[in-house]
């Protein structure tokens, strides 16, 4: 019969390493997702901007004069 310690020893190793292994793949896997969830993130932030900005030159009568620009005197009536 084989010696029992020695292959107890090299299946606590192979387990070491394969539990190591999938360890590294679940941690290699996450940082995948998070690279491609940034990535959607910014693509989504870079065509709402650009849909925003078409949509103002598309309607440059929507920029009128804000509340803060109008003077205190219009509110005044004409004596």
């Given at each position: 019969?084989?010696?029992?310690p ?31 969830s940034?990535a ?22 929507r ?17």
């Amino acid at each position: 019969m084989h010696d029992s310690p020695i292959l107890v020893v090299n299946l606590v190793y192979a387990g070491t390493l394969g539990i190591g292994l999938l360890l590294f793949l679940g941690q290699l896997a996450a940082f995948i997702v998070l690279l491609i969830s940034a990535a959607t993130a910014k693509l989504l932030t870079n065509a709402i901007r650009t849909l925003i900005l078409r949509s103002r030159e598309l309607a440059p009568h929507r920029q009128g004069r804000h509340f803060s620009q109008v003077p205190a005197t219009a509110d005044t009536p004409n004596e």
